[in-house]
């Protein structure tokens, strides 16, 4: 069974950093694209960055995060990270990771919350 677990996120004030996990059981990151997308209130999730799979590992952002989101991956841990520096309160929102593009599987994680206020 496939999982996908997040977590890494928190509350920070703006102008502060995080760095989100992705930890994969039963999928291979290294072979899949992947991606980080972000879901705030009121609002359809939207994809953030993603990485294609070895051995390119190419990297592509979202206008929104380009310059201080960084999207990375350990093939030995199976994991995906997504940095973030300088947040600003707009980056408040669930995160979650997925395949990019995402066709119904694998199922999506639980996500993990990331709140920018002072």
């Known amino acids: 069974q496939v999982q996908l677990v997040e977590s890494g996120g928190g509350l920070v004030q703006p102008g502060g950093s995080l760095r989100l996990s992705c930890a994969g059981v039963?999928?291979?990151?290294?072979?899949?694209?992947m991606g980080w997308y972000r879901q705030a209130p009121g609002k359809q999730r939207e994809l953030v960055a993603q990485?294609?799979?070895?051995?390119?590992?190419?990297?592509i952002y979202a206008d929104s995060v380009k310059g201080r989101f960084t999207i990375s991956r350990d093939n030995g841990k199976n994991t995906v990270y997504l940095q973030m520096n300088k947040l600003a309160p707009e980056d408040t929102a669930v995160y979650y990771c997925?395949?990019?593009?995402?066709?119904?599987?694998?199922?999506w994680g639980q996500g993990t919350q990331v709140t920018v206020s002072s």
């Open positions: 990485i294609l799979p070895a051995p390119g590992g190419n990297t």
């Open positions: 997925n395949r990019f593009p995402w066709n119904g599987w694998p199922n």
């Open positions: 039963g999928i291979n990151f290294r072979l899949n694209p």
